[in-house]
């Protein structure tokens, strides 16, 4: 069961906003989706994860990455060769 209080101590703890939190999970997701053989669509991966904005999913994403999501989905196919 979801405990709202022991969420945010737990939060507190490791030095994370509950928004900063949101936004890893979502950016988990997103590369987790974009990863794989059956790559998503930058725009369905965006919407899938709640995420309304895309212009902000695109900075995030380069926050956490150092790279663009379209950049991201090319990685694999450079590093086949």
């Known amino acids: 069961m979801f405990d709202k209080s022991k ?20 950016f988990q997701n997103s ?3 974009m990863s794989g053989p059956d790559t998503s669509d930058t725009m369905d991966v965006v919407f899938e994860n709640g995420v ?3 212009s902000h999913f695109i900075k995030t994403f380069k926050k956490f990455t150092g790279m ?7 990685l694999p196919d450079l590093a086949l060769g």
Not at 11 to 24: A, D, G
């Open 7 to 26: 969420t945010i101590v737990v939060l507190r703890e490791i030095s994370v906003t509950p928004k900063n939190f949101t936004r890893i999970i979502q």
């Open 31 to 33: 590369k987790r989706q």
């Open 68 to 74: 663009t999501p379209s950049e991201f989905q090319y």
């Open 52 to 54: 309304t904005d895309l």
